[in-house]
């Protein structure tokens, strides 16, 4: 079954950029292992952990 694809209204949009919000990026390295690197988004801002 085919998905109907959804366009964000303007008001949507606002909720995003407005909004705080938690993501977690993550990739396999060249070991084959995860690694996973939160990210916050805070209106104005964008704050990341570093992996040591």
Known sequence: MAEK???M???D???LLEG???AV???IGADGYPQSTP????PGQVLAT???
């Not at 990210?39 to 805070?42: I, N, S």
């Open 5 to 7: 694809s959804q366009r």
């Open 9 to 11: 209204t303007s008001d």
């Open 13 to 15: 949009q606002r909720d």
């Open 20 to 22: 705080r919000h938690l």
């Open 25 to 27: 990026i993550t990739t």
């Open 39 to 42: 990210v916050w988004y805070m």
């Open 50 to 52: 570093v992996p040591g």
